[in-house]
C-alpha cells in the first residue's frame, strides 16, 4: 500500500479513492459518525436551523456538528477525492458528491409531487430479460407475444426502463400504436395511470408531450378521466404540456375535455395563465379568446416565467397586417377576401364528437359524399397552391388576434395603476413598438389615453422608441395626433437625446434585415430618410440641441455612419463594375455590326442592297439605339467610379446615377436583341419555325441576366422616387 493511502486519523483503513474502495470507505466513516451521533448531519432530514438565529444555541450547535462531520470525510479522502468536496460547506453535499463521482446511486432529493399522489415503483423485481422481451415485441408490433408476457405478469406495463422515469407502456405511447396502447390498457387499472414519476408527470403528460394523436390521449382518458387535472411538480396539467410544445390537435381536444370549470377557478389561474400565453406564441388566437372572452383577467395574469398572454401578443407581429409584407397582388387578394368568424369553439361543441365520427363513416360510404369530398379536396388543393388559402388562413388568424386586442383594451381601462405595472401593460406597449405593431398600440391607447404619455427604462415615448429601432409605420402615427405630437419633439431620453439624436444613431442591423434591405448603399440612403424625416418635425432649436456626450444630432449621425458610408462606396463601385463587361461587350458587337451589314453594300454604290427593307431599317435603328444606351451606361459608370461619397451622397445623387447606368443597360440589351432578331429575319426570309427556337435560345441567358438585375433597378427607383415609407397622410386616429 502506498504511502498517500494510509489514513493517519484513524478513522478508516484506507482512505477513499475512488469506487473500488468506496463501499469499505463507506461503511467505516457511517460507524464513525454513528458513535458520534453525527449521522442526522449528513442525512439531513431536516432543515438546518436559519443564519438570522445566529445568536441562539441550536445554530450553533448544528454549525459545530457540520463542521466535524465534514473534516471526518475530509480526512478520509485522498488528494484526488478531496479535490472534488474541498469547497463545501456542508457535510450532506460533500457525502452525496462523493457518491456521485463514485459513480453509486446517491440519496436524490425528489421534486414536490403533490402530497397523496401514487409514484412509479422504480426498483421492481422484474427480470430485465422480459423487459426486453416486451420492448422487443412493441418495437416489431407484434401484438401476439405483447399479450401474452403482459398475462403472465401484470406489472411489466409499468416496469421502468433501466431505473428511469420512463416504463414500458412510455415506450408504446412513444411508437404510437393504438392496439398496443388499448392492450396495454386492458391489463392495467387506474391507479396504475395514476403513477407518477420522480417529475409529478403521469403517462398523460408525456404523451401529450410526445404524441401529436389525440386517439391516445382518448383511450387514456377513457380509462381514467382524473389525468386530465392531474399537476406534475411544477404544478402543470397535461393541457399545458401538449400546448407548449405546440400539438394543435392534441391542445384541442385536451381542452375540450378539461371542464371550463376547472381551467377558470381562481385556485388554477397559473395553468389557465400558462395555456392562454403558450396559445397566442402558438398563433392560436381563437382558442386564447375563447378562453379570455369568460375572463379576460387571465391575459394578464403572470405564469411562472414572469410572462402573460398581453405580453405574449405584443412579441406577435404577424398576427396583426401591417407586419404580413404582403406584395402588392397578395394584398389585393387579402383586401377581396371576405373572413366568416367562425364560432368560438367549446367544449359542447365537441363532447359529441365520438358519436359523430360513426354518423359521418357511415355517410362517406355514399358514392356522392365521396365524390363531393373529391372535389372539395380538389378546389382545396389549388387554392393552396396559388396561396389564397394562406393568405386567407392568416386573414383569419389578423381577425382573432383584433378581438383579442379589443378585449384586452377593454379590460386595461378597468385597471389602477398598480394594475398596469402588475399585468406589464408597459412592457407590452414598449414591446409592440419596437416591432411596429401599430395596431397594437392604437387600440390600446384609443382606450386608455393616459398610456400615449408612457415611457421605457431610458424615458423613450413610443414614437422615440420607434426612431430608435427603424419602425416607420409606429412613428407614423405622430402624423395622427395634430397639435399633439409637438409634445414630443420636446421629450429627451436619459441621456438627454432628442428625436433627432436617436435618428443619428445608426439603425440595428437585425431591423435592416427584416425590413430585406440589402447593399449598403440603400441601406445608407434609408438612413438618411429617417433623418431627413425627423428633422422635418423637430423645431430648429433642438438641431443643435447637445446630448450628454456633447454631440448635435448631425455630429452623431456623421461619427455612427463613417463605417456604413465606406461600405457604402464600395458597394455602389462593385455593382456598377459588375455589368460594365457586358456594356463594353455590346459597344463591340453593336459598333461592328454597322459595318458588316446584313446583305452587304453596292459594289458600285457602296449603299446597303437590302437599304429599302423594311427588316433591314429595323437593324439599323435598333443597333444605333442598342450602341448609344450602351455607351451611355459606360460613361455613367467612369461617373459612379469618380464621385463624390459624402454621406449625403447617397440620398438622391448616387441612387440616381445607378438608375440611370441600369436602365440604359437594359435598353441596350433590349435593342440588341432587336438588332440580332430583324437580322434573322431578313437572312432566313420569313421561315418562322427555324427563326422562333434561334431568337428564344440566344435571348433565354440575356433575359437572365435582366431577370436578376431588374429587381434591384426596381428597388432603388421605388426607394428614390417611391411614395416613401412613411405616411404622412395618416388620420387622425385619437
Known amino acids: 500500500m502506498e504511502a498517500h493511502n494510509i489514513c493517519s486519523s484513524a478513522i478508516v483503513a484506507q482512505v477513499l479513492n475512488g469506487a473500488s474502495n468506496y463501499e469499505n470507505w463507506k461503511a467505516c466513516v457511517q460507524n464513525y459518525l454513528l458513535v458520534r451521533d453525527l449521522c442526522d448531519v449528513v442525512e439531513q432530514t431536516s432543515e438546518p436551523p436559519q443564519q438570522e438565529e445566529g445568536d441562539g444555541a441550536d445554530f450553533k450547535a448544528w454549525r459545530k456538528r457540520n463542521l466535524s462531520a465534514l473534516h471526518a470525510i475530509q480526512i478520509s479522502c485522498d488528494p484526488i477525492m478531496l479535490s472534488q468536496i474541498r469547497n463545501m460547506t456542508t457535510a450532506k453535499d460533500a457525502w452525496n458528491t462523493l457518491a456521485q463521482v463514485c459513480q453509486l446511486p446517491m440519496p436524490q432529493q425528489a421534486p414536490q409531487v403533490p402530497q397523496g399522489a401514487p409514484q412509479i415503483q422504480v426498483a421492481r423485481r422484474i427480470s430485465r430479460t422480459r423487459i426486453l422481451e416486451l420492448l ?125 370549470e376547472f381551467l377558470l377557478s381562481p385556485e388554477n389561474e397559473r395553468q389557465a395563465a400558462l395555456f392562454v400565453k403558450d396559445c397566442i406564441n402558438n398563433k392560436w388566437f381563437d382558442v386564447a379568446l375563447d378562453l379570455l372572452r369568460h375572463r379576460p383577467q387571465l391575459a394578464f395574469a403572470k405564469e411562472r416565467t414572469g410572462v402573460n398572454a398581453a405580453l405574449a401578443l405584443s412579441c406577435q407581429p404577424s398576427g396583426f397586417p401591417s407586419s404580413s409584407g404582403f406584395s402588392f397582388w397578395q394584398r389585393w387578394i387579402y383586401s377581396c377576401l371576405k373572413v366568416k368568424q367562425p364560432k368560438a369553439w367549446s367544449r359542447e361543441d365537441d363532447v359529441h364528437i365520438n358519436t359523430c365520427e360513426l354518423q359521418d363513416q357511415k355517410e362517406m360510404k355514399n358514392f356522392t359524399t365521396q365524390v363531393a369530398g373529391q372535389l372539395l379536396r380538389l378546389g382545396s388543393n389549388l387554392l393552396k397552391f396559388f396561396g389564397i388559402k394562406q393568405i386567407y388562413d392568416l386573414k383569419l388568424a389578423h381577425v382573432y388576434a383584433h378581438e383579442l386586442l379589443l378585449l384586452m383594451a377593454e379590460t386595461i381601462a378597468t385597471f389602477e395603476i398598480e394594475q398596469l405595472y402588475q399585468g406589464l401593460v408597459n412592457h407590452a406597449i414598449i414591446n409592440a413598438a419596437q416591432r411596429g405593431m401599430m395596431e397594437f398600440i392604437v387600440e390600446i391607447i384609443k382606450r386608455n389615453l393616459d398610456l400615449l404619455m408612457m415611457s421605457d427604462v431610458d424615458d423613450r415615448s413610443i414614437f422615440h422608441i420607434a426612431i430608435a429601432h427603424r419602425q416607420e409605420k409606429v412613428f407614423s402615427l405622430i402624423y395622427g395626433l395634430d397639435t399633439i405630437k409637438y409634445i414630443f419633439v420636446s421629450f429627451t431620453d436619459k441621456n438627454s437625446n432628442n428625436m433627432l439624436h436617436l435618428a443619428g444613431k445608426l439603425s440595428p442591423q437585425s431591423q435592416l434585415k427584416l425590413q430585406q434591405i440589402s447593399g449598403a448603399a440603400l441601406q445608407m440612403q434609408r438612413e438618411l430618410q429617417w433623418f431627413k424625416e425627423v428633422e422635418s418635425i423637430i423645431p430648429p432649436m433642438y438641431k443643435e440641441y447637445r446630448n450628454k456626450r456633447g454631440e ?183
Open 136 to 260: 422487443k415485441a412493441i418495437k416489431e408490433s407484434s401484438l401476439e407475444p405483447t399479450k401474452s408476457l403482459l398475462t403472465s405478469q401484470g406489472h411489466l406495463a409499468t416496469a421502468a426502463i433501466c431505473d428511469s422515469s420512463f416504463t414500458t407502456f412510455h415506450f408504446t405511447i412513444f411508437k404510437g400504436q393504438l392496439d398496443m396502447i388499448d392492450e396495454f390498457l386492458s391489463t392495467m387499472s387506474e391507479e396504475d395511470l395514476k403513477l407518477q414519476d420522480r417529475t409529478g408527470r403521469t403517462v398523460l403528460h408525456r404523451a401529450s408531450t410526445y404524441t401529436k394523436n389525440s386517439k391516445i390521449a382518448q383511450s387514456l382518458i377513457r380509462k381514467n378521466g382524473e389525468l386530465l387535472t392531474v399537476q406534475d411538480c411544477r404544478g402543470d396539467i397535461p393541457l399545458n404540456y401538449a400546448c407548449w410544445i405546440g400539438h394543435k390537435d392534441m391542445t384541442h381536444y385536451l381542452c375540450n375535455m378539461t371542464t371550463r
Open 552 to 734: 448635435t444630432p448631425y455630429e452623431a449621425f456623421d461619427q455612427s455612419h463613417a463605417k456604413l458610408v465606406k461600405e457604402g462606396e464600395k458597394w455602389m463601385k462593385d455593382r456598377a463594375q459588375s455589368s460594365s463587361v457586358v456594356g463594353t461587350l455590346i459597344i463591340t458587337i453593336m459598333f461592328a455590326a454597322l459595318f458588316t451589314v446584313p446583305g452587304g453594300p453596292n459594289q458600285e454604290t457602296g449603299v446597303p442592297i437590302l437599304l429599302r427593307k423594311k427588316h433591314f431599317r429595323v437593324f439599323v435603328i435598333s443597333d444605333a439605339i442598342s450602341l448609344s444606351a450602351s455607351t451611355t451606361s459606360m460613361l455613367i459608370f467612369v461617373g459612379i467610379l469618380t464621385s463624390r461619397y459624402t454621406a449625403h451622397d447617397f440620398l438622391i445623387s448616387l441612387p440616381n446615377k445607378l438608375i440611370i447606368r441600369l436602365s440604359f443597360l437594359f435598353i441596350s440589351i433590349a435593342a440588341m436583341m432587336v438588332a440580332f432578331s430583324s437580322t434573322v429575319f431578313i437572312m432566313l426570309k420569313g421561315q418562322l419555325e427555324i427563326i422562333i427556337p434561334i431568337v428564344v435560345l440566344v435571348g433565354f441567358p440575356i433575359g437572365l441576366f435582366v431577370w436578376l438585375q431588374f429587381p434591384l433597378l426596381a428597388k432603388i427607383f421605388i426607394s428614390t422616387y417611391g411614395p416613401g415609407i412613411f405616411d404622412k397622410k395618416m388620420k387622425k386616429w385619437l
